[in-house]
């Protein structure tokens, strides 16, 4: 049982982060930036960067360690629930009505950040080396660094889409449909460097068995729990009050399953949601994950908060900056430049493939998830976690200047990015229940 101080500790400091978040949200749409920014930035702020530099120990008052042991035990629960969210409702019935583009887009913007970061990490020696984690091999290391630079976060695009009323226009329908698929790879190549690191780390269990292991969960979590959960939810008399607690139960397995294997919580609560049932039209269902969505509008500013006390941005020296500019340069150069170059093999016009590029630089909080995977793992050390969570604030909040500027007409060209997609009202649209507030399908 939780001791009765303790318990009012957590309470309180849970207290103190919702609501900082929930200001830092504020000041962010006030701004023109997505929540996710005020967000992030508030959590950074709650952590040594800010609070702990503030007399009385302030930092230390509203943030003992026991309380937070347990605010972070909420936020990974948060988070299974987050991914299984994301997952659910990654939508690629775009993928068919641009089959040319779409993919030529996702290859881009997906393979060429990943190159680049693999390339920057050997080229810069000590500069990024010297804060690799206690965990790893030296490809480990490397191949962490290019799937952190590939990343793209798919809900704040979604939100981003909806404020600037582009969710039904060219650019938007091929970088939200890029982004899907972007993403499913990404968590992907994340679990593979997590299942190299592991065999590479750990003695109790080789490398090997460890995939051979991973490739029976998959099997079972196709095989068996999806066509059970098709099943199960598709009965006649199956009431739709008890299917929410069920798929929260699968997706909670499923991610004890994938921690077992030391795989992180976060890929297995993806798979169980990507291997959901959606109904006849593929498309998922709101009333499903709707509760998930709420849970997540409330918790998970916890989650920024546990981010954010890892964070150190004191006193940089030469080589911190030196190291910033760096990965800053090769995240946007691989993420814009890719997409850029995917769009116009794919026939889209340069201003059209230049705002496809930019709206897939946004890393958003699944940048954040997939840094902190690392750092659990111990991929990378506190002090370039802190420089990479710099790097998913600034692309992410550089993204709305970017499309104002992109999206500006010309004096003699037209604007191809305002017109309409033909076929999209019905699946190029993100949901109607999607927007940037603190929630799964906006973050």
């Known amino acids: 049982m939780i001791p009765a101080a303790v318990l009012s500790e957590t309470i309180a400091a ?28 508030a959590g950074i702020a709650l952590g040594p960067s800010v609070l702990g530099h503030l007399p009385g120990q302030l930092y230390r008052h509203l943030f003992p360690a026991e309380a937070l042991g347990f605010i972070n035990v909420t936020a990974q629960l948060v988070l299974v629930l987050f991914l299984f969210a994301v997952g659910y409702e990654l939508d690629l019935r775009q993928v068919r009505e641009h089959t040319t583009v779409v993919p030529l887009v996702a290859l881009g913007a997906f393979a060429l950040p990943m190159a680049l970061g693999a390339a920057a990490t050997e080229l810069a020696g000590p500069l990024l080396f010297d804060h690799a984690g206690t965990s790893g091999s030296h490809a480990a290391f490397v191949l962490f ?55 590479s780390a750990s003695t109790r269990r080789p490398l090997p068995v460890t995939v051979a292991l991973l490739l029976v969960y998959l099997a079972v979590m196709l095989v068996v729990v999806r066509p059970a959960l098709r099943w199960w939810m598709r009965r006649e008399n199956a009431l739709a009050t008890y299917r929410t607690p069920l798929i929260a139960v699968v997706a909670l397995a499923s991610a004890w399953a994938t921690s077992a294997l030391d795989l992180q919580v976060i890929f297995g609560a993806f798979v169980a949601g990507l291997i959901t049932p959606r109904d006849g039209s593929g498309a998922p269902d709101t009333d499903l994950v709707r509760p998930m969505t709420e ?27 030196a190291a910033l500019t760096l990965l800053l340069a090769v995240a946007v150069v691989g993420k814009v430049g890719g997409g850029h170059l ?40 506190q002090h370039l976690y802190g420089v990479l969570v710099v790097v998913a604030v600034a692309t992410t909040a550089a993204t709305g200047p970017l499309l104002t500027a992109l999206t500006r007409p010309g004096p003699s060209s037209p604007d191809q990015t305002r017109e309409p997609c033909a076929n999209t009202r019905k699946t190029g649209s993100p949901p109607a229940h999607i927007s940037t507030s603190i929630r799964p399908t906006s973050t």
Request: aromatic letters at 2%; hydrophobic letters at 60%; glycine letters at 12%.
């Open 14 to 41: 849970a207290a103190v982060i919702i609501g900082c978040c929930a200001l830092g949200a504020a000041a962010a749409r006030r701004a023109g930036q997505p929540e996710i920014v005020g967000q992030l930035l």
């Open 295 to 321: 849970i997540g509008r409330v918790l998970l500013p916890l989650f920024f908060a546990v981010s954010g006390i890892a964070v150190n941005l004191t006193r940089p020296g030469l080589a911190d900056l």
């Open 145 to 199: 660094m290019a799937v952190a630079m590939s990343i793209t976060a798919v809900p704040v695009l979604a939100g981003i889409l909806r404020e600037r009323a582009m969710a039904d226009q060219l650019a938007g329908v091929v970088a939200m449909a890029a982004a899907g698929l972007i993403d499913a790879a990404g968590w992907l190549s994340l679990s593979a460097v997590l299942v190299v690191a592991d065999g």
């Open 342 to 381: 995917g769009a116009r093999l794919g026939g889209l016009d340069t201003r059209t493939s230049w705002t496809v590029g930019v709206l897939l630089d946004t890393r958003g909080l699944t940048e954040l998830i997939a840094l902190n995977a690392g750092l659990q793992a111990h991929l990378i050390d």
